[in-house]
């Protein structure tokens, strides 16, 4: 990572004030710690930034799957994200799961209000194990109100077919569906490819007005993939925030999770989806001019 805004951590001149590369997470809690915002922050250390969150529910679940969601009151989180960007701020943002169409529209309000950039969306639907994330009448209002104000969505094969209403059958149907992501309203799309069957995993990127960019790795077998989609979307941001371009935020994150699951592999979590391996090659705290 070669960024001239980067200032070593060792450095004892500073001709500027510095700051930790800072960035939000806006999303539920998994008190099992492998998904949501435990999981971002994890990830957010691991990769030299300093993390915060705003939560939007409280889940009780484990590596078995989701026991019951509370989600918080619209003006609670409303209170969090003020708190936290109305002093510290956020050099970019994550949101997950948003449970129900008031906390979309108080994420949606923030993003203005704050006049937020590089904002990354992950949109929760379904957990690993199956369980359904969000109520039925919170899709449209957070293709309507989120979509068009992010940097780029982050849905996974399930959640772009119950985006898009339709079946995505193979790999050679992965680009189509993420021009009509993008089509719905979003910047940008990743569409992940890793519930397709097949030795490789493969992700497409879409930036309208740019080349498609295909990413692929070798699948890994594991059973610990919980939180795969909070991880990936939580490192994309931290990237950004440290100044990579979305492309290059992308294959540097990919790259961090496809490492992360491998090495928490052969880990036993629990009796059922495991945790990554977040930490497995931890970085010192940024600082940023």
């Not at 060792?10 to 710690?33: C, E, F, N």
């Not at 094969?157 to 209403?165: N, R």
């Amino acid at each position: 990572m070669n960024n001239p805004s980067i200032v070593p951590v060792s450095s004892k001149t500073q001709a500027t004030p510095t700051h930790y590369p800072r960035v939000l997470s806006i999303a539920g809690s998994d008190s099992g710690g492998g998904a949501g915002i435990q999981a971002d922050l994890k990830t957010f250390s691991s990769l030299g930034c300093y993390g915060m969150t705003a939560i939007t529910a409280v889940t009780a679940q484990n590596t078995l799957g989701v026991c019951a969601i509370h989600a918080l009151p619209a003006d609670m989180l409303a209170a969090q994200i003020d708190a936290v960007l109305g002093d510290i701020g956020a050099d970019a943002v994550k949101i997950g799961m948003l449970h129900s169409p008031d906390l979309v529209r108080v994420v949606a309000q923030a993003i203005q209000k704050f006049k937020l950039q590089r904002v990354v969306l992950d949109p929760v639907m379904v957990a690993t194990s199956g369980d359904r994330l969000i109520a039925e009448d919170t899709m449209e209002v957070l293709v309507n109100e989120l979509f068009p104000q992010v940097s780029l969505v982050t849905p996974n094969l399930d959640e772009a077919e119950w985006l898009l209403g339709r079946p995505i059958d193979g790999i050679d149907a992965l680009p189509a569906a993420a021009q009509a992501l993008c089509d719905l309203g979003a910047q940008a799309a990743l569409l992940k490819g890793g519930h397709l069957q097949g030795a490789q995993v493969v992700d497409v990127l879409l930036q309208p007005g740019k080349p498609l960019l295909t990413l692929q790795s070798q699948r890994i077998e594991s059973r610990n993939v919980h939180g795969t989609g909070c991880t990936l979307s939580s490192a994309i941001a931290a990237h950004l925030a440290l100044g990579l371009s979305l492309q290059e935020a992308v294959q540097l994150a990919r790259q961090y999770i496809v490492s992360a699951i491998e090495a928490g592999a052969r880990v036993t979590t629990g009796q059922g989806h495991g945790p990554l391996n977040h930490g497995y090659a931890p970085q010192a705290m940024h600082l940023l001019r």
